[in-house]
């Protein structure tokens, strides 16, 4: 089932996510849902913010479905290595029409639960990784936008509150 996309400003994309504590039947249709949903957006990640549930998953596909193996659940997911870095133009399905440069690191580790709830350990570098920091970030109420600063920062705001008075946000 597809499930709304929430955007800037909902207060469920700006607080951190809660730990999964079970693995149960509700959880496994989350989960199915928000790769439909990112599928159809479409996207290469989702968070389960996104979707306006609180907890600490993400799904990542950069093929965006067209390579089975591609796709990634995770469970409660924590670092276990970050290095170097990288910039590279970057948006958000929660941000739709906005993009721009973010640092991210050029090399992750990331260690959580897949959706047997068995622990595994996945390496991304380049797009992959930038795509776990950037869904990872979701997961403690951060958004690219939040970690630009100066003019470029404050442009897309206040377009955000533009659209938002005109009720097309
Ligand atoms: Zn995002």
Not at 29 to 39: A, H, K, N, R, V
Not at 52 to 78: E, K, Q, W, Y
């Amino acid at each position: 089932m597809l499930r709304p996309i929430v955007r800037y400003g909902a207060q469920v994309l700006h607080q951190p996510a809660a730990l999964v504590e079970t693995i149960t039947p509700d959880l496994l249709s989350l989960i199915d849902d928000m790769i439909e949903t990112m599928y159809a957006a479409p996207g290469v990640g989702l968070a389960a913010p996104q979707v306006g549930v609180a907890l600490r998953i993400f799904v990542v596909d950069l093929s965006v479905g067209r390579d089975a193996s591609g796709l990634i659940t995770m469970i409660n997911p924590v670092f276990v290595e970050r290095e170097g870095m990288q910039l590279e133009e970057e948006g958000c399905l929660s941000v739709p029409g906005f993009n721009a440069t973010v640092a991210r690191p050029q090399r992750v580790v990331v260690r959580g639960l897949n959706r047997d709830g068995q622990e595994q350990t996945r390496e991304g570098t380049g797009l992959l990784a930038r795509a776990f920091q950037h869904e990872m970030d979701h997961l403690d109420g951060t958004l690219f936008v939040d970690r630009l600063r100066g003019i470029k920062r404050d442009l897309i705001l206040r377009k955000i509150r533009k659209l938002a008075r005109a009720g097309e946000w």
